[in-house]
């Protein structure tokens, strides 16, 4: 064969080629499959992506609704009580079971712990690991914060809500902390969960992959099948699903069911892999909408009755008139007191105040200036011991519990509000209901004292003489 021929006969081949390449059947399956590749490229990380903030979207509301349970079990006024104590005591071991019983309730809840953390670490509360499980914390034991908690270490110091994404040996970690406050509003501990995304992400994985598959499936469906085929029966459906799910938006309920209206509505009946992709799409949008619908319902209920609580609460333990302290709530104060006097480690002041002049202003002005009365001098009482909680124990006594701040500053803080009542009185052009005036009365906490009332009855007498000194100089009112 000459090199004439051979020339002659690949240069038809390279035309023939060149003229089949222009063809629109082969031109457009083939840049549908570059389109395609080039939409996997984009859509499959995005999806990921996607996927990956769902799944930890709701782990956070698991999380928050385990701890949300969790919190109202530990009383923040007890917690060091609760590290005193040993794990086997019955009222740890009552908590302790209801905490493992939401533990264990949940299979891919791998841990759940009580942990007060500070400056030196982490302190065990409660721990629900089993005994027989290695890295078992003893109540008060003091654990180095791991690793991965590290950077948010200092948030939790200062109590606020966190949640942290970690990934180790074990898969990945999702890790939710919940504050716990005493009556004061002091940080005490955290409520933690800990869940494993191992399984979930796997499965996200998965789907992805399946997502990936199907769309290579219908890539290659083109390459057989006629380009007007594939325009009405594959691009079209297509291209319609993805511009309602574009439209789509998420802020509230009705925008649901607005999206699961809108995808009804195209319809398709294509007869195809795309006819079930679509139904398939739907029946996971219905029940998406199905558990979002009663997650948030849940959550309502929830809100509803945390709010019920708070006003139970509000009105159990608040004075109505001055919305300090009422007696009810000092006696509960009384009895963190007196734990902390059978622990030890007590330290601590009591002042007792007691109204000047309060006769004297609801039998001259009425009793609605006589409340007006009491609130200014309340406001008294608050503005010098802002650090303390304050209580009105009677119609004209007040009880302030000095500790921390308050207390290293005891003596500073009597002569400021002995010269505040002082200050006071001594408007003389003011009507007698705005000359705030009272006699105030305090004592120390020392190791000799077994009781609270030991404390109470010292500041009492101190308080009476100086109500002696007052009429002395002042005269009274009966």
Known sequence: ?????????????????RKKMRSLTVRLPLTFMISGLLIVIIIVPIAYFWFQNRMI??????????????????????????MDKDRDADAYAAIRKKLMGLKDNLPDLQYAHVFRYDSDGAKVVFNMQDKGEKAVGAPGQLLQVEPAYAKVKDRLVRGEEIWVVTKNEEGYLYTYFKPVFDD???????????????????????????????????????????????RKGVIKPIRDMSECVKGFTYDTESDRFANMQAMEELNIHSQDEIEELYYEFTSVMKESLYYMTNLSRAKSDIQEQEEKLDQI????????????????????????????????????????????????????????????????????????????????????EFVVALRNEDYMSRLLRMTQITEAFMASYGQTDKEAYDRFSASVGMAEFTPGDETVDQVMKRADKAMYENKDKFKKKYGSYR
């Open 57 to 82: 979207s709701d782990y956070a509301d698991r999380a928050n609704a385990i701890t949300s349970l969790m919190v109202p079990m530990i009383d923040g006024n007890l917690v060091n009580s609760y």
């Open 313 to 396: 609460s509000e009105t159990a333990y608040k004075d109505a008139l001055t919305r300090v302290g009422n007696q009810a709530s000092f006696n509960k104060f009384t009895d963190i007191l007196t734990q902390e006097i059978a622990d030890g480690t007590a330290k601590f002041a009591i002042v007792m105040v007691d109204l000047n002049n309060l006769k004297y202003v609801n039998d001259t002005f009425g009793h609605k200036f006589g409340d007006h009365y009491i609130k200014g001098c309340c406001n008294i009482i608050c503005s010098i011991y802002k650090r303390s909680p304050v209580f009105r124990v009677g119609g004209d």
């Open 184 to 230: 004061l509003g002091v940080y005490q501990c955290h409520c933690c969960v800990v869940f494993t995304m191992t399984e979930r992400h796997r499965q996200n994985i998965s789907f992805i992959m399946s997502m990936l598959i199907i769309v290579a499936a219908a890539v290659a469906l083109v390459l057989v099948f006629d380009v007007h085929i594939v």
């Open 1 to 17: 064969m000459t090199k004439a021929i051979r020339d002659s006969k690949f240069w038809g081949k390279s035309q023939a080629l």
